[in-house]
Structures are given as C-alpha cells and as structure tokens.
C-alpha cells in the first residue's frame, strides 16, 4: 500500500502562486510515476502535470509554461510549483502515484487539496 498525504492548497488572487507537495509513504516502486490531476464542480478530473522517476515530465496545454513539477525522491516527494494563476485554475488536486510494474500498474490517489482563484 502508499499513502499520499497533499498539503499546500488554499486561496490566491489571480496572477499569484502557490505550492503543492505531495509526500508519498509505504511500498514505492523505483519505477514509478508521481502526477497531479484536478478537478473543479461537475467536470471530469484531468491530468495536470506528471513527472517520472527518470524525471521525465509531462504538461497539460493549459497549464504549460505556468505550472512546474518537480521531485525529491530521497524524500519521495512532489512538488508543484502554479504561477501566474488563473481563476480556472480553480479545482480540487490530487496527488497521483503510479507503481509501474508487467501488468496493470498500482495507482494511488491522495485525499486532495482544494485550490481557489479569485479574480
């Protein structure tokens, strides 16, 4: 089993910034991918950004060249840095791990952490 525990969320004015760390515990493969996904009401989640253990990343178009991912794996940690927040950005976000194994990967989803833009 993993445990995601998020911290980080909270309220911003557009055009600010927060911070969102996500600390992963338990039984962590080495290879492995670590995202984050959001969800505002009545639509469906969505991937935000996901970082691999080889560090490689992956941006979704609406947030490229805003939002940064990034890891600590001695920590097993994420990061995700959101600048120049817009109103849309507003969501719930979750903390996504992926145990990459043959077969079916393990995901994991931690509670998530609500994020809100005001304009």
């Known amino acids: 089993q993993v445990q995601l525990v998020e911290s980080g969320g909270g309220l911003a004015q557009a055009g600010g910034s927060l911070r969102l760390s996500c600390a992963a515990s338990?039984?962590?493969?080495?290879?492995?991918?670590m995202g984050w996904y959001r969800q505002a009401p009545e639509n469906q989640r969505e991937l935000v950004a996901r970082?691999?253990?080889?560090?490689?990343?992956y941006y979704s178009d609406s947030v490229e060249g805003r939002f940064t991912i990034s890891r600590d794996s001695a920590k097993n940690t994420v990061y995700l840095q959101m600048n120049n927040l817009k109103p849309e950005d507003t969501a719930v976000y979750y903390c996504?791990?992926?145990?990459?194994?043959?077969?079916?990967?393990?995901?994991?989803w931690g509670q998530g952490t609500q994020v809100t833009v005001s304009s």
């Open positions: 338990g039984s962590i493969f080495s290879s492995n991918t």
């Open positions: 996504n791990l992926r145990n990459i194994r043959v077969g079916p990967d393990l995901t994991y």
């Open positions: 970082i691999t253990s080889g560090g490689g990343v």
